[in-house]
């Protein structure tokens, strides 16, 4: 996990920084690329990532990644959970019902909230917490 998020969160050259106003990348659509925040960043609404199965997401966030309840992370054109990485250096919280799409990778901790969903990885340097009873795996 350390070398996963020392590897993400150190590649330079972003192609774009800080979207969103004041962090907030709800409503938006993201093509394959790096992306640099150096703020928190919350997610109010349904995102979109566009790309085929090679395309490749990275999101590095200096700050906390927050996920509103009830908000989706879509994907469209063929786009793979597998080739999307979040990079937070600050804690990470799913809301409530939310729909989580990549790999989450937390330099603190991850918070699940009842009902939320994700379709990747979850993984933080010190706890994941789970706000549900049951955790299904599937190869």
Do not use: C
Not at 17 to 44: E, W
Not at 88 to 114: P, W
């Amino acid at each position: 996990m350390e070398a996963a998020y020392t590897d993400a969160s150190t590649r330079p050259t972003p192609d774009s920084t800080d979207l969103g106003a004041a962090g907030d990348i709800g409503g938006l659509n993201f093509v394959p690329g790096l992306y640099k925040f150096t703020t928190a960043v919350s997610m109010t609404s349904n995102i979109t990532l566009s790309g085929d199965s090679n395309d490749v997401w990275i999101f590095q966030i200096d700050g906390t990644f927050n996920m509103s309840n009830a908000v989706r992370i879509n994907l469209v054109g063929g786009a793979l959970p597998q080739n999307i990485f979040w990079v937070s250096a600050g804690a990470a919280t799913l809301g409530t019902t939310a729909h989580f799409e990549g790999i989450l990778l937390s330099q603190t901790a991850i918070t699940f909230g009842d009902g939320a969903t994700a379709n990747g990885r979850l993984l933080a340097q010190s706890e994941v917490t789970l706000g549900i009873t049951s955790v299904v795996v599937e190869p």
